[in-house]
Nanobody
Framework: VQLVESGGGSVQAGGSLRLSCKVSGSIYDHFCMGWWRQAPGKEREGVAASYTNRGSPQYAASSKGRFTISRDNKKNTLILQMNNLEPEDTAMYYC???????????????????WGQGTQVTVS
């Protein structure tokens, strides 16, 4: 299993970024996939999560209304569209997978089994 993130970068406040996570292995169709982030000196926090073909996407309060999680099933790719970015969104963003509860709010990151290496997002 391999998760590879891309799409991070530096933007000004109010701008947008689109993150992608290419998933290899057998988990894409069966696992809940999520986005997490970690800012320097802070704990890792969930951003959003979704299944492939069931349930509704789940969002953290900080991302709801600005971020959209989706999947390109033909490419086994998880996507996070981030709009109206704020300096507080600056963090390393990680793609992750879990066979457990498909949510991020109130969930410890240890509940997610597989992780990518992360992609840096900087908002100034």
């Amino acid at each position: 299993v391999q998760l590879v993130e891309s799409g991070g970068g530096s933007v000004q406040a109010g701008g947008s970024l689109r993150l992608s996570c290419k998933v290899s292995g057998s988990i894409y169709d069966h696992f809940c996939m999520g986005w997490w982030r970690q800012a320097p000196g802070k704990e890792r926090e969930g951003v959003a999560a979704s299944y492939t073909n069931r349930g509704s996407p789940q969002y953290a309060a900080s991302s709801k209304g600005r971020f959209t999680i989706s999947r390109d099933n033909k490419k086994n790719t998880l996507i996070l569209q981030m709009n109206n970015l704020e300096p507080e969104d600056t963090a390393m963003y990680y793609c992750a997978a879990t066979a457990g509860l498909c949510r991020v709010a109130g969930l410890d990151p240890s509940e997610y089994t597989y992780w990518g290496q992360g992609t840096q997002v900087t908002v100034s």
